[in-house]
Antibody, heavy 119, light 111 residues
Framework: EVQLVQSGAELKKPGDSLKISCKGS????????IVWVRQLPGKGLELMGI????????RYIPSFEGHVTISADKSINTAYLQWSSLKASDTAMYYC????????????WGQGTQVTVSS | QSALTQPASVSGSPGQSITISCTGT?????????VSWYQHHPGKAPKLIIS???HRPSGVSSRFSGSKSGNTASLTVSGLRAEDEGDYYC???????????FGGGTKLTVL
């Protein structure tokens, strides 16, 4: 089965670091861009950035650059989203998704990872 | 790249049809025939229901259809059913640095 499986929900304190994962299976992981998307409580989807697992080319939406790091390990078909110092405002659901091989559409989504940051 | 513009909410009665718009620019929706639509129910992964403006993936109901005119794409849901209630998002290929742009989402309520 072609799928993206994300790591489980996280409860963290402000200032903590965190790395969440997105593991692809059932397809050739490397040549498909992976996107990371944030959904704040009660809000819509926001693109954070994308990564090409084959060469780890990572690109960021300006509002997220410097606050998160996107990486990938193609040997284990996994992409990551990490924070070095979480804020309460990072509380959100985070989704990874796959672009088609032609880079034109998002055609597959992970189930989401809930990140809660609270003191 | 700015987000695509969608209405915050739409509603309709069972059996009726509704249309959700997705307005972009000449750099995304207007330039490429690569608009997708997703259905999102809380707690679940978004599901692709339309790709390439008007293509339905296998298994998606024919009650869902897509179209595009200029910088605006549209999703039509005909024969509304209770299970259609949820959030709907559009996206478009946009080239550039991050390749894709998303809409802000539309909440569909079946009255």
């Amino acid at each position: 089965e072609v799928q993206l499986v994300q790591s489980g929900a996280e409860l963290k304190k402000p200032g903590d670091s965190l790395k969440i994962s997105c593991k692809g299976s059932g397809y050739n992981f490397g040549p498909h861009w992976i996107v990371w998307v944030r959904q704040l409580p009660g809000k819509g989807l926001e693109l954070m950035g994308i990564i090409y697992p084959s060469d780890s080319d990572a690109r960021y939406i300006p509002s997220f650059e410097g606050h998160v790091t996107i990486s990938a390990d193609k040997s284990i078909n996994t992409a990551y989203l990490q924070w070095s110092s979480l804020k309460a405002s990072d509380t959100a659901m985070y989704y990874c998704a796959r672009l088609t091989i032609t880079d034109t559409n998002v055609d597959l989504w992970g189930q989401g990872t809930q990140v809660t940051v609270s003191s | 790249q700015s987000a695509l513009t969608q209405p915050a909410s739409v509603s309709g009665s069972p059996g009726q049809s509704i249309t959700i718009s997705c307005t972009g620019t000449s750099s995304d929706v207007g330039r490429y025939d690569f608009v997708s639509w997703y259905q999102h129910h809380p707690g679940k992964a978004p599901k692709l229901i339309i790709s390439d403006v008007n293509h339905r993936p296998s298994g998606v109901s024919s009650r869902f259809s897509g179209s595009k005119s200029g910088n605006t794409a549209s999703l039509t849901v005909s024969g509304l059913r209770a299970e259609d209630e949820g959030d709907y998002y559009c996206s478009s290929h946009a080239g550039g640095n991050t390749l894709v742009v998303f809409g802000g989402g539309t909440k569909l309520t079946v009255l």
